[in-house]
């Protein structure tokens, strides 16, 4: 679906295909990476019964506005990073305008995605799939976080403070690719809860086992510079705990997305399993 | 309401306001600026006896989008422009990662405006809205044609090339403000793409006038650097063909728009006054 709604794209008649800045998304969104978004929101569907090209789509719009914040993040202005997923970033790969103008066309992609009859026939499924994921990655979800964790390079943080960076800058998009499958699935209210706050834990969860890496894992099992936040005396659970507490509190993330979905049964098995893939990751 | 809905953002509950991004985001939107693209689709729901607070929703969003452009486009791996509407740009008067997110955020704020139902009861009208914004600023719109524009400078151009670059550019947003307050307004098919078409002729005209005062007026008038595109070889119709015959575009556009909603009767005429302000504008 990726590689579908990247390389047929929605041009009109008569508008010539910019062929670089096309190749420039391809590069950053088909170079690998875990696809746990579009994973979880494919699932969260499947849960409540809903399985169809929506549900792709919805996963590959997710998908984009994902790795826009990446291309953006990577950038020299930012975290000015080489590797991402093993291969040169974008702007080393393309060039820095081609980057930052890849980035902006890909988070309008995830849009547009989101809002095209194709993706579901209701239009009030289409509006509450867009604001969600508006309010996800704005001021009070990604790019607030983002915004933050550039002003945390040179402030300490303290517990709350960390905290609150990491459900704005990678939890609200987790938690978000979990309720999209519940909006798509036509979830009740009380079931939507539900799925919000197991959004919310493998939000937190994925967030954990990233400063484990950050701390213990070589860049080439990550694909990426690692030990960078602590070099760069950015505020990380894991460096005001240390690995082994951090990882306890995994732990009881993991018992605690268990119990929400258990009265789901069986037919949640697979987002269970992927709470438990979360934690333990090793990339 | 630009100020509004830049002061009171949807944040939720327990999330940290991030100051610097929104002082950030203020500073671009709320130093001036003609606000033409809010305009065109206020008036143009007016047309159709649409009048409220979603028309100002919408001309908000746009803006926002608008704004962002200008953003990303100022910054140094872009344009690299140091003046927009006589103060520093956004990367001056901060620094470069917050005006890279804070124009991320502004492209973010427009689909939240947008979506949300304070806008429009009719999810429906919602929906069309975001992908109407979607298609304008996406590969075969604005991005798509800025990447045009950074390849024109060591390409050159002819004038279907230049036509095609300036239609995705700067043309399709301006285009999609006029079918936005057309759509707010419920207007007929047949109203519908007569008000495409005279945006249409409205986006080339504002281009026309740009071109023209890019080479005759001054820095200090214009608030922003002149000459750019010549000095730096990219094609424009006045590089083509100098100022007098694109002076004669200009008016046949006009003539052209005025025909267009002539059906309309005198409840045009400030729409008809804005085409003649577009193409003789100073500034």
């Given at each position: 679906?990726?590689?579908?709604?990247?390389?047929?794209?929605?041009?009109?008649?008569?508008?010539?295909?910019?062929?670089?800045?096309?190749?420039?998304?391809?590069?950053?969104?088909?170079?690998?990476?875990?696809?746990l978004?579009?994973?979880?929101?494919?699932?969260?569907?499947?849960?409540?019964?809903?399985?169809?090209?929506?549900?792709?789509?919805?996963g590959?719009?997710?998908?984009?506005?994902?790795?826009?914040?990446?291309v953006?993040?990577?950038?020299p202005?930012?975290?000015?990073?080489?590797?991402?997923?093993?291969?040169?970033?974008?702007?080393?790969?393309?060039?820095?305008?081609?980057?930052?103008?890849?980035?902006?066309?890909?988070?309008?992609?995830a849009?547009?995605?989101?809002?095209?009859?194709?993706?579901?026939?209701?239009?009030?499924?289409?509006?509450?799939l867009?604001?969600?994921?508006?309010?996800?990655?704005?001021?009070?979800?990604?790019?607030?976080?983002?915004?933050?964790?550039?002003?945390?390079?040179?402030?300490?943080?303290?517990?709350?403070?960390?905290?609150?960076?990491?459900?704005?800058?990678?939890?609200?998009?987790?938690?978000?690719?979990?309720?999209?499958?519940?909006?798509?699935?036509?979830?009740?209210?009380?079931?939507?809860?539900?799925?919000?706050?197991?959004g919310?834990?493998?939000?937190?969860?994925?967030?954990l086992?990233?400063?484990i890496?950050?701390?213990?894992?070589?860049?080439?099992?990550?694909?990426?510079?690692?030990?960078?936040?602590?070099?760069?005396?950015?505020?990380?659970?894991?460096?005001?705990?240390?690995?082994?507490?951090?990882?306890?509190?995994?732990?009881?993330?993991?018992?605690?997305?268990?119990?929400?979905?258990?009265?789901?049964?069986?037919?949640?098995?697979?987002?269970?399993?992927?709470a438990?893939?979360?934690?333990?990751?090793?990339?």
């Amino acid at each position: 679906m990726l590689d579908r709604v990247l390389g047929s794209n929605p041009i009109e008649g008569e508008i010539a295909r910019p062929v670089r800045l096309i190749a420039a998304m391809r590069y950053s969104m088909l170079g690998g990476g875990k696809r746990l978004r579009p994973f979880l929101a494919i699932e969260t569907a499947r849960l409540f019964g809903h399985e169809d090209e929506g549900a792709l789509r919805v996963g590959a719009a997710i998908e984009c506005l994902h790795g826009y914040s990446l291309v953006h993040d990577d950038l020299p202005a930012m975290d000015d990073d080489d590797l991402r997923r093993g291969r040169p970033t974008l702007h080393r790969a393309f060039d820095e305008a081609t980057a930052i103008l890849a980035g902006d066309a890909l988070q309008t992609l995830a849009f547009d995605l989101l809002a095209d009859p194709r993706t579901d026939a209701d239009p009030l499924v289409r509006a509450e799939l867009v604001l969600g994921l508006a309010r996800a990655s704005g001021l009070g979800g990604m790019a607030g976080g983002q915004m933050f964790d550039l002003q945390a390079e040179t402030e300490s943080l303290d517990e709350t403070a960390i905290r609150r960076l990491q459900a704005m800058k990678t939890g609200a998009l987790i938690r978000f690719s979990c309720e999209a499958g519940a909006i798509l699935g036509r979830a009740s209210t009380e079931d939507r809860a539900r799925i919000r706050r197991f959004g919310e834990i493998i939000g937190l969860a994925f967030q954990l086992a990233d400063d484990i890496l950050d701390e213990t894992a070589t860049p080439e099992a990550l694909g990426k510079a690692t030990g960078k936040d602590s070099s760069r005396g950015k505020g990380t659970l894991v460096g005001l705990y240390g690995v082994a507490r951090v990882r306890a509190m995994l732990d009881a993330q993991v018992v605690e997305a268990e119990a929400l979905l258990a009265p789901f049964g069986e037919r949640a098995a697979t987002l269970i399993e992927s709470a438990r893939f979360v934690a333990d990751r090793e990339m």
